[in-house]
T-cell receptor, first 117, second 114 residues
Framework: GENVEQHPSTLSVQEGDSAVIKCTYS??????FPWYKQELGKGPQLIID?????GEKKDQRIAVTLNKTAKHFSLHITETQPEDSAVYFC????????????????FGTGTRLTVIP | NAGVTQTPKFRVLKTGQSMTLLCAQD?????MYWYRQDPGMGLRLIHY???????AKGEVPDGYNVSRLKKQNFLLGLESAAPSQTSVYFC?????????????FGPGTRLTVT
């Protein structure tokens, strides 16, 4: 199955600085790459996603870039705020999802982001 | 809308005991999923369902069973709990349309097996 690696595992930034989290995936047939934010004691929540036919996507202070050739994608958060502090997970959609009809995801191991006021 | 709800929020079991975790969604989603989350390992898919009455194995299905008798509910069962099943369990649901692959997660159930 798909193998998703995520770095770094922890990241501390000063408020107002940018944060970048990187992920690599192993299966070139994966076609969907979401990023989830998990706050303490809660379930993950989608913050941005990208499909394999797009190289970059932005939503206000958050952006995701995808390099299909190198099989890696990154989350960029600009002008970080204390409320951005959370654990962030990247994921890749299973190549067999189109056949099974499901949307199965393989997740990275998470990055704990701390924004220092 | 409540979204995705999970019952119970916390549970402590002794080795060998059984239990069922309940997931309910009110978004009329076709697909539902059960994940476990362990420190340093992210979320791993246990079982999933693409519709009422259908279930399939995910990445780590051993020791678990599931049922989807109603579209809005997805049950996860542990027949004989083991300490290795100590984890936080998340349920999720999603539409079946290719227009949106987003999964909506519940708040989680923290299970400890002693």
């Amino acid at each position: 199955g798909e193998n998703v690696e995520q770095h770094p595992s922890t990241l501390s930034v000063q408020e107002g600085d940018s944060a970048v989290i990187k992920c690599t995936y192993s299966d070139s047939a994966s076609n969907y790459f979401p990023w989830y934010k998990q706050e303490l004691g809660k379930g993950p929540q989608l913050i941005i996603d990208i499909r394999s036919n797009v190289g970059e996507k932005k939503d206000q202070r958050i952006a995701v870039t995808l390099n299909k050739t190198a099989k890696h994608f990154s989350l960029h958060i600009t002008e970080t705020q204390p409320e951005d502090s959370a654990v962030y997970f990247c994921a890749a959609r299973d190549r067999y999802s189109d056949q099974t009809g499901a949307n199965n995801l393989f997740f990275g191991t998470g990055t704990r982001l701390t924004v220092i006021p | 809308n409540a979204g995705v709800t999970q019952t119970p929020k916390f549970r402590v079991l002794k080795t060998g005991q059984s239990m069922t975790l309940l997931c309910a969604q009110d978004m009329n989603h076709e697909y539902m999923y059960w994940y476990r989350q362990d420190p340093g390992m992210g979320l791993r898919l246990i079982h999933y369902s693409v519709g009422e009455g259908t279930t399939a194995k995910g990445e780590v299905p051993d020791g678990y069973n599931v049922s989807r008798l109603k579209k809005q509910n997805f049950l996860l069962g542990l027949e004989s709990a083991a300490p290795s099943q100590t984890s936080v369990y998340f349920c999720a649901s999603s539409y079946s349309s290719a227009l949106s692959y987003e999964q909506y997660f519940g708040p989680g159930t923290r299970l400890t097996v002693t």
